[in-house]
């Protein structure tokens, strides 16, 4: 009777995996190989004044880094005064602000021999609207000729 009650779950269990079985493989073959997205880079410029902030909105085409470098940020009254900290910072754009996400409120410019000065790295999750915002805090006397460069895909 034992044997009799082993042998029934056995077929009970095999004819179960059996049934989940079927003949439709749903495997997906690639197409080919996919060309991994291109790096964008845009630029930016201005001046920035006391106290003041810009918003530069920009459109990414696909999910990635975008990282921001600070190329100068330099006082045009005393142009030895060439590495003046401003505020930097990303976000998205609504057409109408700059909705920020990440920020440095010290950012100096780009230095050979300090590889992570001078940067500001975020991931956009999407293709979108994005914004990068520069303002001074506190750093800026008069005014200071700014330039960013932009990598984003």
Known sequence: MRRLF?????????AAVASACDDNNNFST???????????SETFSGTLFKNAAYTHPFTV??????????????????????????????????GISCAI???SDSVMPIN???????????????????CVRVYDVGNVSGSANYELLIDHY
């Open 6 to 14: 082993w042998r029934a779950l056995l077929l009970v269990a095999v």
């Open 112 to 130: 050979i021999d300090i590889p992570s000065q001078g940067k500001l790295t975020g991931r956009a999750t999407a293709a979108g609207n994005l």
């Open 61 to 94: 085409a696909d999910s990635g880094d975008v990282s921001v470098f600070l190329l100068e940020s330099v006082d045009p009254a005393h142009p030895e005064n060439n590495a003046i900290p401003i505020g930097i910072s990303l976000g998205t754009w609504n």
């Open 101 to 103: 996400v990440i920020a």
């Open 30 to 40: 690639p197409s080919g190989p996919t060309t991994p997205p291109t790096v964008v």
